[in-house]
């Protein structure tokens, strides 16, 4: 076919055929922002109700602090886990981890020096990372302070040492449940451990493990001198999770934190984990704080 240029290929992969003929590619739509909140929210109150409440304010994921469900979770039961983790998605969430890991327990420590201790506490998540995955989840966050401050007698190195170490020996397990640590920095008010962002960092980068990583919380990070939104920029590439509250204790736009630079901040960087709302003043009741911080989130991102 002198002078032509030939038939068009339609077999070319879509990229080449839009380089070469300039034709236009669908615009990237942003990924909807996943939004959970967690279940110690709803106090007593029945599963279904609380539920609903969640339900109807627009979350689809139920993060659960074990203690809420069983107060001995080897012995809580195969059965009961289903019944758990199909109750909660017959009321339309799932369940996406669990957080409050070490609290009313007895006998765990994560920084102690105490290596019986130590390696009955990496036993324990490693019961908890079997518990997440029975649940649905994938997620474990470790806040938990009064199990991981360290005493006057002990470095902050002595107590990084034995933290990793600790967690290090539960990564088989993680690996093998398909489930994730998200290190929980926490602030000054809280202990004397991972009070910082660059500390929560510093113990991810001693485990080494693609299962262990940062959990970002804005009543924490608002302890810290750098601006939240800069912090979140900061740990793009560490941040496994993110809860959404304020110092006051409530949700969300319920105090004096500006949450417009936070949201762009966490869209800028790429984050597609779950937004969940914890909380820990319940005076309002679970309703109030549910229907609220979703308003005010939402109302944020506008």
């Not at 539920?51 to 659960?64: F, K």
């Not at 929560?200 to 001198?225: C, F, Q, T």
Request: glycine share 8%; with cysteine; hydrophobic share 40%.
């Amino acid at each position: 076919m002198a002078g032509g240029c030939g038939p068009v290929r339609t077999d070319l992969p879509t990229v080449i055929l839009s380089v070469r003929f300039n034709i236009p590619q669908p615009e990237q739509k942003p990924q909807p922002v996943k939004y959970a909140i967690c279940n110690e929210t709803f106090g007593e109150m029945p599963l279904d109700q609380a539920l609903q409440i969640a339900r109807d304010a627009g979350y689809t994921g139920w993060e659960v602090a074990p203690f809420m469900i069983t107060d001995d979770v080897p012995s809580f039961t195969a059965d009961q886990r289903a019944a758990y983790r199909d109750a909660v998605s017959a009321g339309g969430l799932e369940i996406i981890g669990l957080h409050w890991l070490l609290a009313k327990t007895e006998g765990f420590h994560l920084t102690t020096l105490d290596e019986d201790v130590r390696r009955k506490t990496s036993e324990y998540f490693c019961e908890l990372a079997r518990l997440c995955r029975d649940l649905g989840g994938d997620v474990m966050v470790l806040g938990s302070p009064q199990q991981r401050n360290f005493p006057a007698g002990q470095t902050e190195e002595q107590a990084m040492e034995a933290a990793a170490a600790c967690l290090r020996a539960v990564v088989p397990t993680l690996d093998e449940c398909g489930v994730r640590i998200a290190i929980e920095p926490l602030g000054r008010g809280e202990g004397n451990f991972l009070n910082t962002a660059a500390a929560g960092r510093d113990l991810m980068n001693r485990i080494a493990s693609d299962h262990v990583g940062l959990h970002l919380d804005v009543k924490a990070m608002s302890d810290e001198p750098t601006p939240v939104p800069q912090i979140i920029r900061d740990n793009a590439d560490a941040m496994m999770h993110f809860h959404a509250n304020d110092p006051n204790l409530l949700g969300p736009g319920m105090g004096d934190v500006d949450f417009r630079p936070i949201f762009e901040a966490v869209k800028e960087i790429g984050y597609d984990g779950w937004t969940s709302v914890e909380v820990f003043d319940y005076s309002l009741g679970a309703e109030t704080i549910a229907r609220q911080s979703m308003a005010n989130m939402i109302a944020a991102q506008a």
